[in-house]
């Protein structure tokens, strides 16, 4: 398993990164810093794309399936910091910000570290369960992938919102780039962005679900949380239009959806062994 | 949010588990409260289903009205505007024309932008006053609404299913046919009974010619067998491709042969069949001393061997005397494939067979075992020989489903995720002017999540006159 030395110098580059940004936003917008900072997270990136493309490959090479590489838990907590790394660079080079850049990139550096303490033989690449192997799996995983991602974002600008309504004075750097309002203006965007890619993936994977088994929806622990993270980003969207609703109880609420994303994501296989239920998502 | 909550509820609790194994988990008193909250079943509770029902009737409701509302502004929209209307709008401004205002012109210039656009005049004490309406990505309105019917389509679907439709499974046996008859809402009752159709029964003869599992083979075995015996390295290389059933299904005269598979269901006069799940019965000869004895265990089912005969460690518990039990797993009884070759081969039946400590539930060691050859294990009097019997029993398990809603759900879900996305990734943009001479008071309202600045004011003033009074003057 050459290809995971891909992603450990991914993860220590990150690593850099974040302090690199952190510096960046601590000592004024120097902009050769920022420029730096850039290119590193794209070189970590490109080090993180060759990780998946080698088991990309390897997937292509033993089943003739071309997966994206979120098989084993590994790989999909790869996958997800890959995720929010592609969309928050497609977020700076839009946006031409990059005071979120420590905040966006330490989320993939705690990830990662998190998959550390995964055994490096349960990181090799797993064999694909025959349920799995479905166009529907690229279509489902990837646009939960892509929501999760801009949730993460989002997430991001909340947390910084709260902390500059409560802290006016701290991060000047921050105040010169967006201000509060500005910042809440763009977290609504993320989830707004995000949104129809979660209502597509959830029904994508109700469709799959009723061609594999006969049932769009069987309640089970992954389907309901999944179903939950629609049902709050629904309620956060549907008062923000229709209720104005904007700010702190925004925030809070873009913040509850984030922990829920979370649960879905990573926690429900926690809850599943925890709780002894029976689940058909416990692969992942 | 109480529907959220709810949902929740039913991922900590297990859901229609075996009672044991509530009373296991709980104790008595506890399950009973659970129960008695419809904590073990919450899915089907009268509050979830309250919940859903409330929420179809709100979105019903809100559809109608949103529909109403958005027929208006399309077709009838009020078209005069008072001052203190704009000025409230987001965007307001005051525009003093070089020359009076030519609302065919206006209409023209807004026409040009892509907006559809409406006029009325009416006379006032200093001459006539122009009111105009323009308004382009009306789209995004009407998506709203379908998004909200949409997922009262849903539900109507779902509504559908439960009421109408046939589902269940059946298990067929190698070699064997089993007859399935049902009828549409067959499960129906109460009210239902008295006002729906009486349906006829459907027959489906089901003939399972085989079930196998497919394999492939991997070029090395994989890294946790490393340390195991060549004999286990072998048969880990054969990784499980899919469970494939050789299915025959004779229905209302027509017979119909498929191999079904994972994601390859059997559609039959709208009936679906999929492969659900298996059994697999493997006969396990063990000798001891001078007797022999023949026993039916399951893939992955615990069992011990003993003197006395096999214990199912499922159903009685183990015998500590012994001091490890077995289970059977990657049991090849038939067709291998192997996809670098292309090629069937056929293998005696033969399985791994994984010792484990009864004290640790650690595997002590795995062995290859077959029908072809006795293996030893255990020590002194508990000493046995141990071989695979001849031939495999294998059922194949399909759930089966007719479903009248899937076209309601299917045109649901696919107007959710258009209702979704046009509302969120586009932008509707009005505009609200009124002319008096060389007056024109200009306002706008944009909904959209991408709100653009309003770039088309300053094309306004460009080509009709000047914000500012004092440059005029």
């Known amino acids: ?24 936003l601590a000592f004024g917008r120097n902009r050769i810093l920022g420029i730096v900072c850039t290119l590193l997270l794209l070189v970590a990136f490109a080090f993180h794309t060759a990780f998946g493309v080698t088991r990309i490959q390897y997937y292509w090479d033993t089943t003739r399936w071309f997966l994206f590489p979120y098989i084993s838990y590994f790989e999909a907590l790869s996958f997800f910091t890959w995720s929010i790394v592609l969309v928050y660079i497609g977020f700076e080079f839009i946006t031409k910000i990059k005071v979120f850049g420590p905040f966006m990139v330490a989320i993939p550096v705690i990830v990662l570290a998190f998959s550390q303490m ?70 609504y965007r993320m989830i707004a962005f995000a949104y129809p890619f979660l209502t597509f993936g959830v029904i994508a994977g109700a469709i799959w679900a009723d061609k594999a088994w006969g049932t769009y929806w069987a309640w089970d622990p992954k389907e309901t949380w999944a179903f939950i993270t629609w049902l709050i980003y629904s309620v956060y969207l549907h008062m923000r239009i229709t209720m104005r609703w904007k700010g702190t109880s925004a925030a809070m609420v873009n913040i509850l959806g984030f922990v829920v994303v979370l649960i879905t994501f990573i926690g429900v296989n926690f809850i599943v062994q925890f709780f002894k239920l029976e689940s058909q998502h416990t692969y992942i | 949010m109480i529907l959220a909550i709810l949902s929740a509820v039913g991922t900590l609790v297990p859901q229609n588990a075996e009672l044991t194994d509530y009373i296991a988990k709980y104790g008595l008193q506890k399950y009973r409260i659970l129960k008695g909250l ?46 203190r209307f704009l000025e409230n709008l987001p965007f307001f401004r005051e525009i003093h024309l070089r020359e009076s205002a030519d609302p065919e012109r206006i209409r023209d210039f807004l026409r040009a932008k892509g907006f559809v656009t409406r006029n009325e005049q009416e006379m006032t004490p200093d001459g006539p006053r122009h009111s105009i309406f323009a308004q382009r990505g009306m789209i995004r309105k009407w998506a709203l609404v379908v998004l909200h019917f949409s997922i009262v389509f849903v539900f109507v679907g779902g509504a559908l299913r439960s009421i109408l439709g046939i589902d269940g499974s059946v298990a067929v046996r190698d070699g064997t046919k089993e007859t399935l008859t049902v009828k549409m809402g067959g499960g129906y009752s109460g009210m239902f009974k008295y006002v729906l159709p009486d349906f006829a029964l459907e027959q489906y003869v089901l003939d399972l010619k085989s079930f196998y599992i497919r394999y492939v083979k991997r070029e090395t075995p994989p890294a946790f067998v490393s340390d195991q015996p060549p004999e286990v390295q072998e048969l880990f290389r054969y ?83 012994v001091g490890f039990y077995f289970t059977l797993s990657q049991t090849v009884a038939g067709r291998l494939f192997n996809h670098d070759t292309k090629k069937e081969i056929l293998v005696p039946p033969m399985s791994i067979f994984r010792v484990i400590d009864l004290n640790t539930g650690q595997p002590l060691f795995l062995r290859v075992i077959s029908s072809e050859n006795w293996i030893k294990l255990g020590e002194g009097s508990s000493r046995v020989s141990v071989r695979l019997g001849d031939k495999v029993e294998n059922a194949s398990i399909f759930s089966y489903k007719k479903d009248p809603g899937t076209p309601v759900i299917y045109f649901g879900f696919i107007f959710i995720i258009l209702g979704a996305a046009i509302t969120i990734y586009t932008n509707r943009n009005q505009i609200f002017i009124s002319s008096e001479g060389r007056l ?16 088309l004011f300053d094309q306004f003033s460009g080509e009709f006159g000047i914000e500012d009074p004092e440059k005029e003057a």
């Open chain 1, 1 to 24: 398993m050459k290809e995971l030395t891909l992603i450990d110098i991914a993860w220590k580059l990150y690593i850099v990164v974040t302090v690199l940004y952190g510096i960046y």
């Open chain 1, 118 to 187: 995964i055994p490096v033989e349960e990181r090799g690449p797993r064999t694909l369960m025959p349920a799995l192997k479905s166009p529907w799996l690229d279509i489902h995983v990837l646009a939960m992938f892509i929501s999760y991602a801009a949730f993460t974002i989002a997430f991001v600008c909340a947390v910084l919102f709260l902390l500059k309504t409560a802290f006016p004075g701290m991060l000047p750097a921050l105040d010169k780039a967006l201000s509060p309002d500005g910042i809440d203006l763009l977290s």
């Open chain 2, 38 to 83: 419809g904590f073990t079943d919450i899915y089907h509770s009268w509050y979830f289903i309250g919940v859903f029902l409330w929420l179809t009737v709100s979105s019903i409701y809100c559809s109608t009205t949103r529909l109403k509302r958005t027929f208006d502004e399309q077709f009838n929209p009020k078209i005069s505007y008072r001052r």
């Open chain 2, 239 to 321: 990784e499980l491709d899919d469970y494939v059933s050789d299915l025959t299904i004779i229905n209302e005269g027509k017979t119909e042969k498929k191999l079904v598979r994972v994601n390859h269901p059997f559609i039959i006069n709208g009936m679906v069949f999929y492969q659900n799940a298996f059994n697999m019965f493997v006969p396990v000869i063990f000798r001891a001393g001078d007797q022999e004895r023949e026993v039916l265990v399951q893939n992955d089912r615990p069992f011990q061997i003993t003197m006395e005969g096999v214990r199912f460690l499922d159903q009685e518990p183990p015998d500590p005397n």
């Open chain 2, 440 to 455: 024109l008071l200009y306002g706008t309202r944009i909904q959209g999540l991408f709100l653009a600045p309003e770039p």
